[in-house]
């Protein structure tokens, strides 16, 4: 029997609940506002191991982690729509998936307004003018606005890693050396 691709799952399923999360805001007019406040619950989880291991941990129950997630929203004042969908998404035990549906949703509002969004891995941080200038040349090359969802990964140890849609362009130092690490094999 086949083993199914969990990441592949996931991804389907973080896909539906932002579907059905934007199609809510969308009747509710705060598009903006679910938008504002799914990017603060992430800039929580990016910030606390402890909040990281609660949503990635199948050893909290649903009550417990919908009680936290609740408690933490309160505390970073989120409320309405998004409270109320991080309670469901707690009951329905897919915390895991939080941070794949947070990215859908942003992927959905941005083609919403005619925009793509670029997934950018660099090896350090970008300054604001890195940024502009890479959205100046993905717009050139797309045609549209480009949003960036730019990480750190430092072992690609330069260079940048950008995926549009399907399409991915790979200029890390870490690919560069690989590559050449192959054809030195294949010359001796």
């Given at each position: 029997?086949?083993?199914?691709?969990?990441?592949q799952?996931?991804?389907?399923?973080?896909?539906?609940?932002?579907?059905?999360?934007?199609?809510?805001?969308?009747?509710?007019?705060?598009?903006?506002?679910?938008?504002?406040?799914?990017?603060?619950?992430?800039?929580m989880?990016?910030?606390?191991?402890?909040?990281?291991?609660?949503?990635?941990?199948?050893?909290?129950?649903?009550?417990?982690?919908?009680?936290?997630?609740?408690?933490?929203?309160?505390?970073?004042?989120?409320?309405?729509l998004?409270?109320?969908?991080?309670?469901?998404?707690?009951?329905?035990?897919?915390?895991?998936a939080?941070?794949?549906?947070?990215?859908?949703?942003?992927?959905?509002?941005?083609?919403?307004?005619?925009?793509v969004?670029?997934?950018?891995?660099?090896?350090?941080a970008?300054?604001?003018?890195?940024?502009?200038?890479?959205?100046?040349?993905?717009k050139?090359?797309?045609?549209?606005?480009?949003?960036?969802?730019?990480?750190v990964?430092?072992?690609?140890?330069?260079?940048?890693?950008?995926?549009?849609?399907?399409?991915?362009?790979?200029?890390?130092?870490?690919?560069k050396?690989?590559?050449?690490?192959?054809?030195?094999?294949?010359?001796?």
């Open positions: 029997m086949p083993v199914a691709d969990t990441s799952q996931t991804s389907g399923m973080a896909y539906r609940y932002a579907s059905s999360l934007f199609e809510l805001a969308l009747e509710t007019g705060s598009v903006e506002q679910v938008r504002s406040d799914l990017d603060r619950f992430q800039a989880i990016d910030e606390s191991d402890d909040l990281k291991r609660l949503i990635a941990s199948p050893v909290f129950s649903a009550e417990g982690q919908s009680r936290a997630v609740s408690a933490l929203a309160a505390k970073a004042g989120i409320q309405g998004v409270a109320n969908f991080l309670k469901v998404v707690a009951g329905n035990r897919r915390l895991f939080l941070p794949g549906i947070i990215r859908s949703f942003r992927a959905t509002h941005a083609r919403h307004r005619g925009e969004t670029a997934e950018v891995v660099s090896a350090h970008l300054s604001q003018a890195q940024e502009q200038e890479l959205k100046s040349a993905l050139g090359v797309s045609g549209k606005d480009v949003n960036l969802d730019v990480s990964d430092p072992s690609i140890l330069g260079g940048l890693i950008v995926k549009i849609g399907s399409r991915q362009i790979d200029t890390s130092l870490r690919t050396l690989s590559t050449l690490k192959l054809a030195l094999k294949e010359v001796g």
